[in-house]
Protein backbone atom coordinates (compact mmCIF):
# COMPACT_ATOMS: atom_id res chain seq x y z
CA UNK A 1 0.00 0.00 0.00
CA UNK A 2 1.03 3.20 -0.98
CA UNK A 3 2.01 5.76 1.84
CA UNK A 4 -0.63 8.73 2.44
CA UNK A 5 -0.13 11.61 4.42
CA UNK A 6 -2.61 14.54 5.63
CA UNK A 7 -5.51 11.95 5.37
CA UNK A 8 -8.48 13.09 7.52
CA UNK A 9 -8.42 12.30 11.01
CA UNK A 10 -4.68 11.43 10.94
CA UNK A 11 -3.24 14.78 11.97
CA UNK A 12 -2.73 14.50 15.77
CA UNK A 13 -1.32 16.91 18.02
CA UNK A 14 -0.44 17.21 21.99
CA UNK A 15 -1.25 20.06 23.99
CA UNK A 16 -2.49 20.73 27.83
CA UNK A 17 -1.13 19.84 31.18
CA UNK A 18 -3.97 19.21 34.10
CA UNK A 19 -5.00 16.32 36.13
CA UNK A 20 -1.21 17.15 38.65
CA UNK A 21 -1.22 14.62 41.36
CA UNK A 22 1.72 14.31 44.11
CA UNK A 23 2.08 10.70 45.65
CA UNK A 24 3.62 10.42 49.00
CA UNK A 25 5.55 7.52 49.88
CA UNK A 26 3.63 5.23 52.87
CA UNK A 27 5.93 3.51 55.78
CA UNK A 28 5.95 0.52 53.03
CA UNK A 29 7.47 2.55 50.42
CA UNK A 30 4.14 2.38 48.50
CA UNK A 31 2.83 5.30 46.82
CA UNK A 32 -0.87 5.21 48.55
CA UNK A 33 -1.04 8.74 49.97
CA UNK A 34 -1.99 10.89 46.34
CA UNK A 35 -3.60 14.40 46.89
CA UNK A 36 -4.40 17.09 43.70
CA UNK A 37 -1.57 19.52 42.69
CA UNK A 38 -3.84 22.48 41.54
CA UNK A 39 -2.03 25.15 39.86
CA UNK A 40 0.14 23.19 37.41
CA UNK A 41 1.21 25.50 34.06
CA UNK A 42 3.75 23.61 32.59
CA UNK A 43 5.79 20.22 32.65
CA UNK A 44 8.26 20.31 31.01
CA UNK A 45 10.28 17.25 30.39
CA UNK A 46 13.97 16.88 30.52
CA UNK A 47 15.76 13.17 29.67
CA UNK A 48 19.48 13.30 29.61
CA UNK A 49 22.15 10.40 28.85
CA UNK A 50 21.86 7.77 25.84
CA UNK A 51 25.07 9.32 24.42
CA UNK A 52 26.80 7.75 21.94
CA UNK A 53 30.77 6.84 22.97
CA UNK A 54 32.27 5.89 19.78
CA UNK A 55 35.08 3.11 19.67
CA UNK A 56 37.84 2.71 16.77
CA UNK A 57 39.52 0.12 16.38
CA UNK A 58 41.53 -1.68 13.08
CA UNK A 59 41.82 1.90 11.90
CA UNK A 60 37.63 2.31 11.97
CA UNK A 61 34.89 3.24 13.79
CA UNK A 62 34.05 0.05 15.30
CA UNK A 63 31.07 0.66 17.59
CA UNK A 64 28.71 3.10 19.96
CA UNK A 65 28.50 2.48 23.20
CA UNK A 66 25.29 4.21 24.29
CA UNK A 67 24.97 5.74 28.11
CA UNK A 68 22.41 5.32 30.69
CA UNK A 69 19.27 7.45 29.89
CA UNK A 70 17.62 9.12 32.55
CA UNK A 71 14.81 10.71 33.06
CA UNK A 72 14.54 14.36 34.65
CA UNK A 73 11.69 17.21 34.53
CA UNK A 74 10.43 20.23 35.90
CA UNK A 75 6.90 21.82 36.89
CA UNK A 76 6.19 25.30 36.84
CA UNK A 77 2.63 26.03 39.48
CA UNK A 78 1.46 29.03 41.34
CA UNK A 79 0.97 26.93 44.37
CA UNK A 80 1.30 23.22 45.36
CA UNK A 81 -0.13 21.05 47.94
CA UNK A 82 0.88 21.24 51.42
CA UNK A 83 1.88 17.83 51.24
CA UNK A 84 4.77 18.90 48.93
CA UNK A 85 6.65 20.97 51.73
CA UNK A 86 8.45 17.50 52.79
CA UNK A 87 9.16 16.44 49.21
CA UNK A 88 10.71 20.34 49.17
CA UNK A 89 12.82 20.06 52.10
CA UNK A 90 10.85 21.78 54.39
CA UNK A 91 9.33 20.72 58.04
CA UNK A 92 7.04 22.10 60.38
CA UNK A 93 8.21 22.51 63.77
CA UNK A 94 5.18 23.74 65.11
CA UNK A 95 1.71 24.84 63.79
CA UNK A 96 2.28 27.63 60.80
CA UNK A 97 5.85 27.67 61.63
CA UNK A 98 7.95 25.95 59.15
CA UNK A 99 11.77 25.56 58.32
CA UNK A 100 13.73 24.61 55.55
CA UNK A 101 16.86 22.75 54.30
CA UNK A 102 15.77 19.34 55.75
CA UNK A 103 15.92 15.99 53.87
CA UNK A 104 13.58 16.12 50.81
CA UNK A 105 10.82 12.92 50.65
CA UNK A 106 11.11 11.02 47.71
CA UNK A 107 7.39 10.86 45.93
CA UNK A 108 5.48 10.21 42.84
CA UNK A 109 3.90 12.57 39.95
CA UNK A 110 1.22 11.64 37.28
CA UNK A 111 -0.33 14.42 35.38
CA UNK A 112 -2.34 14.81 32.13
CA UNK A 113 -2.13 16.09 28.03
CA UNK A 114 -4.52 16.45 26.05
CA UNK A 115 -4.22 14.88 22.28
CA UNK A 116 -6.18 16.14 19.41
CA UNK A 117 -6.11 16.26 15.95
CA UNK A 118 -7.95 17.83 12.81
CA UNK A 119 -11.55 16.31 13.27
CA UNK A 120 -12.35 16.21 16.66
CA UNK A 121 -9.75 18.96 18.26
CA UNK A 122 -9.35 18.27 22.06
CA UNK A 123 -11.67 15.84 22.17
CA UNK A 124 -10.09 12.97 20.48
CA UNK A 125 -8.12 11.73 23.29
CA UNK A 126 -5.68 11.78 26.04
CA UNK A 127 -2.16 10.83 27.58
CA UNK A 128 -1.86 10.34 31.61
CA UNK A 129 1.78 10.35 32.16
CA UNK A 130 3.32 8.50 35.16
CA UNK A 131 6.82 9.14 36.74
CA UNK A 132 8.35 7.57 39.08
CA UNK A 133 10.91 8.27 42.55
CA UNK A 134 11.37 11.77 41.71
CA UNK A 135 13.72 14.04 44.14
CA UNK A 136 12.90 17.80 43.82
CA UNK A 137 16.22 20.31 43.71
CA UNK A 138 15.96 23.54 45.30
CA UNK A 139 14.74 25.84 43.04
CA UNK A 140 14.64 30.43 43.04
CA UNK A 141 11.52 31.96 44.35
CA UNK A 142 11.05 35.58 43.41
CA UNK A 143 8.88 38.22 45.08
CA UNK A 144 8.34 41.06 44.00
CA UNK A 145 5.87 44.91 45.02
CA UNK A 146 2.66 44.98 43.84
CA UNK A 147 2.32 47.60 41.49
CA UNK A 148 -0.37 48.53 38.53
CA UNK A 149 0.68 45.13 36.47
CA UNK A 150 0.51 42.71 39.17
CA UNK A 151 1.06 39.34 38.10
CA UNK A 152 0.97 35.81 40.39
CA UNK A 153 4.35 34.41 41.70
CA UNK A 154 5.28 31.04 39.55
CA UNK A 155 7.52 28.57 41.41
CA UNK A 156 9.77 25.99 39.33
CA UNK A 157 11.26 22.65 40.99
CA UNK A 158 13.63 20.73 38.72
CA UNK A 159 13.60 16.98 39.54
CA UNK A 160 15.43 13.75 38.87
CA UNK A 161 14.20 10.38 38.76
CA UNK A 162 15.71 6.85 39.95
CA UNK A 163 14.06 3.92 37.48
CA UNK A 164 12.04 1.40 38.80
CA UNK A 165 11.75 -2.31 38.05
CA UNK A 166 9.22 -3.16 35.14
CA UNK A 167 8.76 -7.38 34.57
CA UNK A 168 10.28 -8.12 31.21
CA UNK A 169 11.98 -4.80 30.43
CA UNK A 170 14.84 -2.46 31.73
CA UNK A 171 13.98 -0.07 34.76
CA UNK A 172 12.15 2.79 33.96
CA UNK A 173 10.94 6.03 36.04
CA UNK A 174 8.03 6.77 33.52
CA UNK A 175 4.87 5.20 31.92
CA UNK A 176 2.71 6.86 29.68
CA UNK A 177 -0.97 5.31 29.08
CA UNK A 178 -2.65 6.80 25.73
CA UNK A 179 -6.24 6.81 26.30
CA UNK A 180 -7.07 5.91 22.47
CA UNK A 181 -4.96 2.70 22.61
CA UNK A 182 -6.32 0.96 25.66
CA UNK A 183 -9.70 -0.92 27.18
CA UNK A 184 -11.89 1.61 28.48
CA UNK A 185 -13.24 -0.28 30.88
CA UNK A 186 -9.49 -0.87 32.29
CA UNK A 187 -8.80 2.94 31.72
CA UNK A 188 -11.36 3.77 34.21
CA UNK A 189 -10.03 0.82 36.60
CA UNK A 190 -6.76 2.74 36.40
CA UNK A 191 -8.13 5.96 37.06
CA UNK A 192 -10.19 4.75 39.39
CA UNK A 193 -6.63 4.23 41.26
CA UNK A 194 -4.77 6.79 40.51
CA UNK A 195 -7.25 9.19 41.13
CA UNK A 196 -9.29 7.65 43.97
CA UNK A 197 -13.31 7.09 44.58
CA UNK A 198 -15.83 9.35 46.48
CA UNK A 199 -17.47 6.90 49.25
CA UNK A 200 -21.13 5.93 49.25
CA UNK A 201 -23.73 4.58 51.82
CA UNK A 202 -21.43 6.42 54.06
CA UNK A 203 -18.17 4.56 52.98
CA UNK A 204 -14.90 6.83 52.98
CA UNK A 205 -14.76 5.95 49.30
CA UNK A 206 -10.46 4.64 48.08
CA UNK A 207 -7.64 7.59 48.52
CA UNK A 208 -5.68 7.88 45.30
CA UNK A 209 -2.91 6.10 45.01
CA UNK A 210 0.15 5.40 42.03
CA UNK A 211 0.19 1.35 41.59
CA UNK A 212 3.68 0.17 40.64
CA UNK A 213 4.06 -1.07 36.85
CA UNK A 214 3.88 -4.70 37.33
CA UNK A 215 0.37 -3.75 38.65
CA UNK A 216 -0.25 -1.84 35.62
CA UNK A 217 0.98 -4.61 33.35
CA UNK A 218 -1.45 -6.87 34.92
CA UNK A 219 -4.18 -4.67 35.08
CA UNK A 220 -3.81 -3.00 31.27
CA UNK A 221 -1.99 -6.14 29.82
CA UNK A 222 -4.37 -7.32 27.05
CA UNK A 223 -5.83 -3.46 27.25
CA UNK A 224 -4.59 -2.47 23.57
CA UNK A 225 -7.28 -1.89 20.65
CA UNK A 226 -7.07 -1.15 17.06
CA UNK A 227 -8.02 2.14 17.59
Avoid at 38 to 45: L, T
Wanted: proline share 5%.
Amino acid sequence: MRLRWHETGTRLYETGVSHGVLYRLDADHRYTRGVAWQGISSVDENPTGAEPTAIYADDIKYLNLMSIEEFGFSISAYTYPEEFEACDGTAEIAPGINIGQQVRETFGFSYRTIVGNDTDGIAYGYKIHLVYGCIASPSDKSHSTVNDTPEANEMSWDVSTIPVEIPGYRPTATITIHSRKVDPEKLATLEAILYGTDGTGGDDGVMARLPMPDEIVELMGEAATAG
